[in-house]
T-cell receptor, first 109, second 115 residues
Framework: EDKVVQSPLSLVVHEGDTVTLNCSYE??????LLWYKQEKKAPTFLFML????IEKKSGRLSSILDKKELFSILNITATQTGDSAIYLC?????????FGAGTRLTVKP | DGGITQSPKYLFRKEGQNVTLSCEQN?????MYWYRQDPGQGLRLIYY???????QKGDIAEGYSVSREKKESFPLTVTSAQKNPTAFYLC??????????????FGPGTRLTVL
């Protein structure tokens, strides 16, 4: 059965800490892996990864994909309270897309 | 401004009633989606549509119905057959065709509560 698993489900850190969020998957005909940030309502797009080993970076956020080991990580350095959100991983395969359960990140001042 | 809107923001329904959630986009996207989000679970696909007058069931279509008469609009009806309808509903759109390579743009969501 196709599945996307995110870990941890919940994480509490203090401002300035670095966090690593994980997304592993088992799907047939993998095509892409996407990261979204969901604060109060609508998820917003962060990254799309299709190739192994190529890091995508945006400010303090970065992500990389390992297609051999079937996972991706999302790193956030020097966390701020505004990073508090649910981070969703979605895997595209065939013409479907499956979301993980999300990681709820709380950044305390 | 281009975007995707959902209404209403909050919706209360009595058991046994059908209710329709609105989703409109002006991004000129051909593909539209409906997801349901429950606490501790990821987004689960209810229905999606690749083109006007065509739609496909997702993973949890039972108890829901949709229509796609216009490119901009993809309303979702939660019927009385849906056993546990209380949830947060998200609508999304993307460039066509439905593809694993297209990022989805999400609306602000509708929180449905069945009393």
């Amino acid at each position: 059965e196709d599945k996307v698993v995110q870990s941890p489900l919940s994480l509490v850190v203090h401002e300035g800490d670095t966090v690593t969020l994980n997304c592993s998957y088992e799907v047939t005909n993998f095509r892409s892996l996407l990261w979204y940030k969901q604060e109060k309502k609508a998820p917003t797009f962060l990254f799309m990864l299709t190739s192994s080993g190529i890091e995508k970076k945006s400010g303090r956020l970065s992500s990389i994909l390992d297609k051999k080991e079937l996972f991706s990580i999302l790193n956030i350095t020097a966390t701020q309270t505004g990073d508090s959100a649910i981070y969703l991983c979605a895997v595209g395969y065939n013409n479907d897309m499956r979301f993980g359960a999300g990681t709820r990140l709380t950044v305390k001042p | 401004d281009g975007g995707i809107t959902q209404s209403p923001k909050y919706l209360f329904r009595k058991e046994g009633q059908n209710v329709t959630l609105s989703c409109e986009q002006n991004l000129n996207h051909d593909a539209m989606y409906w997801y349901r989000q429950d606490p501790g679970q990821g987004l689960r696909l209810i229905y999606y549509s690749q083109i006007v007058n065509d739609f496909q069931k997702g993973d949890i279509a039972e108890g829901y119905s949709v229509s796609r008469e216009k490119k901009e609009s993809f309303p979702l009806t939660v019927t009385s057959a849906q056993k546990n309808p209380t949830a947060f509903y998200l609508c999304a759109s993307s460039m066509a065709p439905v593809s694993s390579y297209n990022e989805q743009f999400f609306g602000p969501g509708t929180r449905l509560t069945v009393l």
